[in-house]
C-alpha cells in the first residue's frame, strides 16, 4: 500500500523548487554585459592607440665636421703674494713711532717705525771721534817720520865729508911715513898723521852707524804708522757700523705692498732678528695666480711654454665675469702624484688691485690644436649614467643613440674622439623627448662657431 504524502510535505516541496525572478536575472545580465562593453572599449582603444614611435618631435639639428680646436682646459685659481716680506727690527730698543695705518699701500723706501736713535747716536759719534784721533795721530806719525829722514840725509852727506877727510888722512899718513924714512921730518909727526888717519877712519864708521840707525828709525816710523793706518781703518769700520745701527732705528719699506696686522705697537721694546715680524708686506703689483692643470697635458704644457703660446684668463668678480689676462712664468719641477696635476703659476700686473692673495679664481687655460678633429655643436653631447652620448638623426628621419668620446669644449662646440662620422647629424635641441628610434621633425639646423 502507497503511503500519502501529507500536505506539510508536500507544501516544503514546492518552495525550494520556485524559479528565480525574471527581474533578478535582466540585471545579472546588464551586469555582464557592462563590463564586457568596458573591456571591448578598452581593447578596441588599445589596438586603434597609434605607436609611440610614430609621434614626431621637432628637434634642432647640427652638422659634424671636422677642424682644428683649442685645447682649453679649465681650473681654479689661487691669488698668492708676488712675495712677501716679514719686516724684523734689525738694532734692539724702544719703539717710538709707527708712520703708517694697517691695511695700507706703501712704496719701496717709505719710513714705516723708528726706533729711539740716541744710544745709536751717541755710539756713532764716539766712533767718529777715534776715527779723528787716529788721523790725527797719523799725521804726527808722519811729521816724526819726515823729520827722521831728514836725518838720514844730514846723516849722508856727514858720511860724505868724512870719507873725504879719511882718504886725505890716509894720504897724509903715507906722505909723512916716507918723509919720516928720509929724516924730512920727525917720526912724532909721522906719528900724528897716523892718529889723524885712524881717527878720521873711526870717524867715518860712526857715520856710517848713525846712518844706520837712522834708516831704521824711519822704518820704525813706517811700522808705526801702518799701525796707526791699521787702527784708523778698525775705527773707520767701527763708526761705519755705528752709522749703520743708526740708520736701523729708521725702518723702511722694501718694496712696494699691502701691510697687514701690527704684532708690536708703539712704546714697546723689540729685540734684534725678533722671531716675530713688526708687520708684514705682501707685494700684490705684481701679483702671482697659482693653478694646476692635468699631468696628461704636460708635453703640451711645455711645449707651449716654450713657444709663448699658452694663454691664461681668469674669471675675477663676484659674478666670474671680469676677466684678467695673465703670462705664464712658473712650472713646477715635479708633478703632484697624488692629483696627477702639475703646478703653474701665470704673472698679472693688477694694476687696478682686484686680485687679492687667497682669493679664488676660474682659470682657463688655452693651448694652440693638436690636430683636426670631429667637432659638433655642444648643446649635442648629453651626459648619461654610460658616459657622453648624442642623438644621431638618421636618413629616415629617426634617431640613434650613440655614446661618444669628449675630448674637450671649446667656444660653444666640442671635440670628439670617437662616435660621430664627419656629415652625420645630430641632434641639438629637444633631447628630453627623445628615445632611441623616435621619429624627428628638424625645426632649424645649427653649427659649431669657430673655424
Not at 37 to 60: S, Y
Not at 362 to 377: E, F, K, L, N, Y
Amino acid at each position: 500500500m502507497r503511503a500519502e504524502k501529507s500536505p506539510e510535505t508536500m507544501t516544503g516541496s514546492s518552495h525550494l523548487k520556485k524559479p528565480i525572478p525574471r527581474k533578478a536575472l535582466l540585471v545579472v545580465a546588464l551586469v555582464i554585459a557592462l563590463v564586457a562593453g568596458n573591456f571591448l572599449f578598452k581593447f578596441l582603444a588599445e589596438r586603434n592607440k597609434p605607436d609611440a614611435r610614430d609621434k614626431k618631435v621637432a628637434v634642432t639639428v647640427g652638422v659634424a665636421k671636422i677642424q682644428e680646436v683649442p685645447i682649453e682646459i679649465r681650473s681654479i685659481g689661487n691669488v698668492v703674494p708676488y712675495s712677501v716680506v716679514n719686516v724684523v727690527p734689525q738694532v734692539g730698543g724702544q719703539l717710538t713711532k709707527v708712520y703708517f695705518t694697517q691695511g695700507q699701500f706703501v712704496k719701496k723706501g717709505q719710513l714705516l717705525f723708528q726706533i729711539d736713535p740716541r744710544p745709536f747716536q751717541a755710539a756713532l759719534d764716539q766712533a767718529r771721534g777715534n776715527v779723528a784721533r787716529d788721523v790725527a795721530q797719523i799725521a804726527a806719525a808722519n811729521a816724526t817720520m819726515r823729520k827722521n829722514i831728514a836725518m838720514i840725509g844730514s846723516a849722508e852727506a856727514d858720511i860724505t865729508k868724512q870719507k873725504v877727510a879719511e882718504e886725505f888722512a890716509k894720504r897724509e899718513q903715507t906722505r909723512f911715513a916716507e918723509l919720516a924714512k928720509e929724516g924730512a921730518v920727525s917720526h912724532q909727526q909721522s906719528d900724528q898723521m897716523l892718529t889723524n888717519s885712524l881717527t878720521a877712519t873711526a870717524t867715518l864708521a860712526a857715520g856710517r852707524k848713525m846712518l844706520e840707525n837712522a834708516h831704521e828709525v824711519v822704518e820704525g816710523d813706517k811700522a808705526n804708522i801702518d799701525v796707526l793706518r791699521g787702527t784708523l781703518r778698525a775705527d773707520q769700520a767701527i763708526a761705519r757700523n755705528a752709522e749703520i745701527q743708526l740708520g736701523w732705528t729708521q725702518i723702511r719699506s722694501p718694496l712696494d705692498g699691502r701691510t697687514g696686522s701690527l704684532n708690536i705697537y708703539e712704546g714697546n721694546i723689540v729685540t734684534a732678528n725678533s722671531a716675530t715680524p713688526l708687520v708684514t708686506i705682501d707685494q700684490v703689483q705684481p701679483i702671482y695666480i697659482s693653478f694646476t692643470l692635468p699631468e696628461q697635458h704636460l708635453n703640451q704644457i711645455r711645449k707651449c711654454l716654450a713657444e709663448g703660446t699658452l694663454r691664461v684668463k681668469a674669471l675675477v668678480g663676484g659674478e666670474k665675469t671680469e676677466a684678467v689676462i695673465e703670462k705664464v712664468t712658473f712650472l713646477e719641477h715635479n708633478v703632484n702624484t697624488a692629483a696627477g696635476t702639475v703646478t703653474l703659476r701665470a704673472t698679472a700686473p693688477n694694476l687696478d688691485k682686484k686680485l687679492f692673495p687667497g682669493q679664488f679664481l676660474d682659470v682657463i687655460a688655452t693651448m694652440p690644436p693638436d690636430g683636426q678633429t670631429i667637432v659638433v655643436p655642444e648643446s649635442a653631447v648629453q651626459p648619461s649614467q654610460d658616459g657622453n652620448a648624442v642623438y644621431v638623426v638618421k636618413p629616415d628621419n629617426t634617431v640613434e643613440y650613440r655614446p661618444v668620446e669628449l675630448k674637450r669644449t671649446y667656444a660653444g662646440f666640442a671635440a670628439l674622439g670617437k662616435g660621430v662620422n664627419p656629415g652625420e647629424v645630430v641632434v641639438t635641441d629637444g633631447h628630453m623627448q627623445l628615445t632611441p628610434g623616435a621619429s624627428v621633425i628638424v625645426q632649424s639646423r645649427t653649427a659649431p662657431s669657430g673655424n
